[in-house]
């Protein structure tokens, strides 16, 4: 679990590096996919809004598929993540775009822009409404004026429904088994990985082995309204996922945040 350590009033996060060891697999198996999934969303809710060239702010950008996908619609767009193995992969998905390893809760990028998103709930990876109080805040600073900020969070019907499950995915050279916890009174979702990979080639009997956790927390709405206000932001509208074109399993039970700096 990351850590915010309060020094003299002045709140200094640790890093949010839980994310690097799933880097790989994510870049795999995860990351095209999203891309396709919530591309309608993004076009829909927000890009539709901006002018052609506008600038964009990727929070969260992960491994820089989607990242890829604004820029070829003609966007100036910029990508942080707090997951250095995240952004290895990103700027090889999307080469010549400016990437930042930062913590949501704690970046300082020297520009604003004029529109940003985070998407694939990832500030459900952020512990805490005091996190993510704090990302707002530096995510609002980035943000020109008037400037639209989208954001996907997951409702705990999600989580109920998907989060006490395991999985696998089995080939030749990497194995990786998942299973995932969420605990209804806590309201924190736990995805602990086993994955393996062969050294050597395929005629090598050798494996390598590493273990992880990967948290999120289910917050409560009514408290991200709250943040969302007292960072500065307005006119905030909920729109529920498969409303807006994000179709099967992604779709259900996630809810799209629209907001205006």
Not at 111 to 132: M, T, W
Not at 206 to 230: I, P, Y
């Amino acid at each position: 679990m990351t850590l915010v350590h309060m020094k003299r009033g002045t709140a200094k996060v640790e890093r949010n590096r839980e994310y690097d060891p799933f880097a790989r697999i994510y870049n795999r198996y995860w990351g095209a996919d999203y891309r396709t999934e919530v591309a309608p969303v993004v076009n829909r809710l927000l890009l539709s809004r901006l002018p052609a060239g506008a600038s964009v702010l990727d929070v969260c950008c992960g491994t820089g598929q989607f990242t890829e996908e604004v820029r070829r619609l003609g966007y100036e767009i910029a990508g942080m993540d707090a997951s250095a193995e995240m952004i290895r992969y990103a700027r090889e998905n999307a080469p010549g775009v400016p990437f930042t390893v930062a913590d949501v809760r704690d970046f300082r990028l020297g520009r604003k822009f004029d529109a940003a998103y985070s998407v694939y709930e990832s500030l459900n990876h952020v512990p805490d409404i005091a996190g993510l109080t704090l990302a707002f805040a530096c995510i609002r600073r980035h943000l020109k004026p008037g400037g639209p900020f989208l954001f996907d969070l997951n409702r705990e019907e999600a989580y109920v429904l998907y989060w006490n499950s395991s999985d696998s995915i089995v080939e030749t050279e990497s194995v990786c088994v998942m299973r995932s916890q969420f605990d209804e009174e806590t309201k924190i979702g736990k995805y602990d990985v086993a994955a393996f990979e062969r050294a050597g080639g395929e005629s090598s009997n050798e494996w390598r082995r590493e273990d992880f956790t990967l948290r999120q927390t289910c917050h409560n709405f009514g408290a991200v309204h709250k943040a969302l206000f007292e960072t500065g932001f307005r006119n905030v509208t909920m729109y529920d996922a498969r409303d807006v074109g994000m179709k099967g399993d992604v779709g259900y039970g996630r809810t799209f945040f629209l907001c205006v700096a």
